[in-house]
Every structure is written in C-alpha cells, then in structure tokens.
C-alpha cells in the first residue's frame, strides 16, 4: 500500500494503518526524537505521545503525500514541549537549593536573594539558571525555550542589568 491509501485509512479510524505509517520511518521518527531528549525513555515517551495526538488530528491532514513531514512536526512539537516542562522543573529545584543554600548562612541572605529573584518573571529565571547554573550555551538555551538568540541574549543582558540595579542600593556587608 501506499501513503496515500494508508493515509486515507488511517483518517477512516484504521488505527493498524496508522500504526503502518509509522513503523516505516520508525528509526527516523526515533532519530529525531532522540535528538532532542538525549534519553530513550524520553524519546520512546515523546513518540508514542505524538502517535496519540496525530491520530486524533490526522483528519486535518490535507495532503497525504505531506505526512510524515506534518508527523515530524507534531513530534518536534511534543519534544520541545518535554524538554521546556524538565527545564522549568530542574532550574525551579535548582532556584530552590540556592535559596536554601544561601539560607543557611544567613536569615539576611535569604531575604536578599529571594528579593532580588522575584523581582525577576518567570522566564528571566529561566533562562539564567539555564545559563549559570546549567552551564547551557545561548544557543541551546534558545532551543529549549524556544526563543529567537537575539531575545535569549536581549533577556539575559536586561536581567542581569536588572539585578544590577536592584542590588545597587543594597550594600554587601563581606
């Protein structure tokens, strides 16, 4: 069978056609998502979540002769999505273990440093933990947030100034 007559079946509900698709370019599909996790759990969890969603959306397909692109860009999609939820959780953990660090030097410090982060959003956080506690090139950061390197290097420059100037009232005491 072709794509196009699997195609056509698989948006008809014939979940083993949709399944023929993909065992077709199954070491592509593996590939790509691998790539992007660098584990294999992860890429095997990835995969399987993009199968669901393709097949729930395959009948906004329009062209059959474009699957595999279109299913390439879901599991692209699905990737990224993995990757930023992880990234937020660790540099989250992380944030977390600096504050308790610095807490147990001082009740002082802790005020300071949990001041000077909230005054921060969310993303700036992000991204400089990616940055100085991740050792993450720009580059990559800009992958995994899915940010232009322009806005990566713009949003690290104006936070960092940002802290600057909110700890430039307050006076180290060391």
């Known amino acids: 069978m072709d794509i196009k007559e699997l195609v056509i079946k698989s948006k008809d509900g014939n979940i083993s056609s949709f399944m023929k698709l993909l065992r077709e370019k199954e070491e592509l599909i593996y590939k790509i998502s691998f790539t992007y996790t660098k584990n294999k759990y992860d890429a095997e969890d990835c995969i399987s979540e993009a199968a669901i969603k393709a097949f729930d959306k395959i009948k906004q397909l329009r062209n059959p002769e474009k699957f595999y692109s279109w299913y390439i860009s879901i599991l692209i999609n699905v990737c990224r999505r993995s990757i930023k939820q992880k990234v937020k959780a660790s540099s989250d953990e992380e944030l977390k273990l600096i504050r308790d660090e610095f807490s147990y030097r001082s009740v002082d410090d ?15 956080r992000d991204i400089l933990a990616l940055r100085y506690l991740k050792d993450y090139s720009i580059k990559e950061i ?3 947030m899915d940010m232009p390197l322009s806005t990566v290097k713009t949003k690290i420059y104006r936070s960092l100034n940002a802290l600057k100037c909110i700890n430039g009232g307050l006076k180290n005491e060391y």
């Open 110 to 124: 802790r005020i300071i440093i949990e001041g000077l982060l909230s005054k921060l959003k969310k993303d700036e």
């Open 142 to 144: 800009s992958n995994i």
